[in-house]
């Protein structure tokens, strides 16, 4: 049975980082989300933007910024026929993997969660590939396997996609300090024929306090258009 986004969002006042990917009910649409959240100055201090079809992270005020390494990055490339959706620079890696006829797999093994001690925030990725106007669709997740951070462990998940189904996975369990990493497998959801409807969805279900900016991308598989909706708390166009 699916699980109703909105329901699984507004009972976590901290998922942090997010990822869905699935297919709409009518069967016509792969969709893609990502949205992102922050409890400090600096990881608030961003905006989503979109240039021909990928997604990029900017400081909303450059003034701000303390420490971009881990709060600047494309969080949405396009490969060909792949789609990639990350919450960091594993975006590139695995982009240049596929350049080179190597898998998503094969980049994310040389990946690991992220620096940051004591969280050691998980590095969760996905992957749409498109053949013959459908598509399958991969999500991964790189963790410390410790509290020290000592080994990582890596999940993979591969799925057929289901009409009205989707899997969401994020970084965190539920807020915390340290911030306990994700458990278990991608959860189930459901997923809406509408795009507005659906991002506005989750967006509202989003704690207010945290969100930051959501993407949210619907690829037509009979023509291979796309239709794309993002929303950022901090306005783009004030950029400082």
């Known amino acids: 049975m699916n699980n109703k986004i909105d329901k699984l969002l507004s009972e976590n006042p901290y998922p942090?980082?997010?990822?869905?990917?699935?297919?709409?009910?009518?069967?016509?649409?792969?969709?893609?989300?990502y949205f992102i959240m922050g409890r400090s100055e600096n990881s608030r201090n961003r905006v989503f933007t979109?240039?021909?079809?990928?997604?990029?992270?900017?400081?909303?005020?450059?003034?701000?910024?303390?420490?971009?390494?881990?709060i600047i990055y494309s969080p949405v490339r396009q490969y060909k026929n792949s789609l990639i959706v990350t919450n960091g620079d594993q975006t590139d890696t695995?982009?240049?993997?596929?350049?080179?006829?190597?898998?998503?797999?094969?980049?994310?093994?040389?990946?690991?969660f992220e620096p940051d001690s004591p969280n050691f925030t998980p590095r969760i990725s996905g992957i749409i590939d498109f053949s013959n106007d459908d598509f399958t669709y991969k999500l991964s997740i790189l963790k410390s396997g410790d509290?020290?951070?000592?080994?990582?462990?890596?999940?993979?998940?591969?799925?057929?996609?289901?009409?009205?189904?989707?899997?969401?996975?994020?970084?965190?369990n539920c807020d915390g300090s340290p911030l306990p990493s994700f458990t278990g497998e991608p959860k189930r959801v459901e997923i809406s024929?509408?795009?507005?409807?659906?991002?506005?969805?989750?967006?509202?279900?989003?704690?207010?306090?945290?969100?930051?900016?959501?993407?949210?991308?619907?690829?037509?598989?009979?023509?291979?258009t796309y239709k794309s909706?993002?929303?950022?708390?901090?306005?783009?166009e004030g950029l400082k």
């Open 16 to 33: 942090g980082r997010g990822i869905i990917l699935g297919k709409t009910p009518d069967g016509g649409y792969a969709v893609s989300a």
């Open 50 to 70: 979109e240039k021909n079809g990928e997604v990029a992270i900017y400081p909303y005020d450059q003034t701000k910024v303390k420490d971009p390494s881990l």
């Open 94 to 112: 695995i982009y240049n993997f596929l350049t080179e006829g190597k898998t998503f797999e094969e980049a994310s093994n040389t990946r690991t």
């Open 147 to 172: 509290e020290k951070g000592t080994v990582c462990n890596r999940f993979y998940f591969n799925y057929t996609p289901q009409p009205g189904t989707g899997h969401l996975i994020h970084t965190y």
């Open 193 to 224: 024929n509408d795009i507005e409807k659906f991002a506005y969805l989750i967006w509202n279900s989003l704690n207010s306090e945290n969100k930051i900016s959501l993407f949210v991308r619907y690829d037509n598989l009979s023509d291979h």
């Open 229 to 236: 909706l993002i929303i950022n708390k901090n306005s783009p």
